[in-house]
Nanobody, 121 residues
Framework: QVQLVESGGGLVQAGGSLRLSCAAS????????MSWYRQAPGKQRELVAR???????NYADSVKGRFTISRDNAKNTVYLQMNSLKYEDTAVYYC???????????????WGQGTQVTVSS
């Protein structure tokens, strides 16, 4: 089992920056891909960025060049550095982690509790 704790959300003016963190609990599970999703009011949840265990990254077109995803494997933590924030980045941001059980070799997915990011125009 893996538990996720997110932090770093808040209120920021357009053009500002925020850094989100998501720490996975210590576990025997092997952490694989780590991702950030977001969901704005009235909209579907969408992928923002993801990073593989080998540090390969992918970004939504809407955040390319502004957001950076990174991870610290020693801390089982994934980060999302968000710069040049826009009003339309306002959403609840969720951490998403894929982890493999050492006993069953099955991969499970876990979601964080979500953290609110509000960008004022």
């Amino acid at each position: 089992q893996v538990q996720l704790v997110e932090s770093g959300g808040g209120l920021v003016q357009a053009g500002g920056s925020l850094r989100l963190s998501c720490a996975a609990s210590k576990s025997t599970f092997s952490i694989n891909r780590m991702s950030w999703y977001r969901q704005a009011p009235g909209k579907q949840r969408e992928l923002v960025a993801r990073i593989s265990s080998g540090d390969n990254t992918n970004y939504a077109d809407s955040v390319k060049g502004r957001f950076t995803i990174s991870r610290d494997n020693a801390k089982n933590t994934v980060y999302l550095q968000m710069n040049s924030l826009k009003y339309e980045d306002t959403a609840v941001y969720y951490c998403y982690v894929e982890a493999t059980s050492p006993t069953s070799a099955k991969t499970y997915v876990y979601w964080g509790q979500g953290t609110q990011v509000t960008v004022s125009s």
